[in-house]
């Protein structure tokens, strides 16, 4: 693995030897919110339809979306920097009957040779720890025609607010951000679009950040998160100039 690749390994091997529930849902943030997101919502609605596929997944971690989609009849190999997060979904896969559905893999999503052999690549907050670009390459050469993608990653598309997080970081928990990680900028988005045909930005989070809502949970109002998410969703759907403004987009395509 190249350097970075082995950097990211270290750290989420040692994270997920420290993760304390059974199933292996990490308890630090931003995992911690994951569940109340909206745009985890839209995106589990966006992986449903994908049914009687060849699927790859990205960067899945603990992957409960190979679990999802290997429940939908989908053939599943999930690849991840992670021998620690690997070995678990497969203990996930045979406790829930779906091990000759599912295949995990320790590898970086930039050394991947696959040529064609996919319908669907699906990746969810992994990218950003990539060199995207060599990793955007791989994920086109590993889909076959007509195949489809799927990513969603943090983004930040305003110069001040760019600013505003290099100067103040938001990091509650001891373990929740790596060194070589960034945020999608117009950049990133730009080489999606080149690199796909009829793509689609689904662009999320502008008033529940990850800082507020973490906020909101710490202080027991988790039950309202949902509710503020589809609100939201809602301001950034009739009122498009605030999607600059937004912390995380959803990004489809499809291959030749």
């Known amino acids: 693995m190249k350097p970075k690749a ?3 390994a270290g750290y989420w091997n040692n994270t997920y030897r420290r993760t304390t529930t ?8 931003p995992a911690c919110i994951d569940d109340y997101r909206y745009t985890t919502r839209y995106f589990i609605s966006m992986l449903s339809g994908i049914q009687n596929k060849r699927v790859l997944s990205v960067g899945g971690g603990v992957d409960r979306y190979a679990l999802f989609l290997a429940q939908n009849n989908n053939e599943v190999t999930s690849i991840d920097v992670s021998h620690e997060a690997g070995r678990t979904t497969m203990r996930l896969a045979r406790e829930n009957g779906l091990e000759n ?8 999503c930039e050394d991947m040779v696959f040529s064609g052999l996919f319908d669907v690549v699906v990746s969810r907050h992994a990218l950003h720890h990539m060199n995207f670009a060599s990793a955007l390459t791989a ?9 489809y993608f799927i990513a969603e990653e943090p983004v930040c598309l305003t110069g001040f607010i760019r600013f505003f997080h290099e100067k103040v970081p938001f ?8 060194e070589d990680e960034f945020e999608f900028s117009s950049k990133e988005l730009d080489q999606i679009a080149a690199s796909f045909n009829n793509v689609g930005f689904y ?6 950040r990850e800082s507020i809502m973490y906020v909101l949970y710490k202080a027991g109002l988790k039950k309202i998160l949902p509710y503020m998410g589809t609100l939201d969703a809602g301001l950034l759907k009739y009122l498009p100039f605030l999607r600059k403004l937004s912390s995380y987009v959803i990004m489809h395509g499809y291959k030749e």
């Open 6 to 8: 082995l950097r990211e």
């Open 139 to 147: 994920i086109k050469e590993a889909l076959a025609p007509g195949g």
């Open 171 to 178: 990091h509650p928990e001891p373990l929740c951000f790596t």
């Open 203 to 208: 662009f999320a989070d502008f008033i529940m």
């Open 101 to 108: 559905k599912v295949q995990a893999l320790t590898l970086n």
């Open 22 to 29: 059974r199933n292996a849902a990490i308890d630090i943030f």
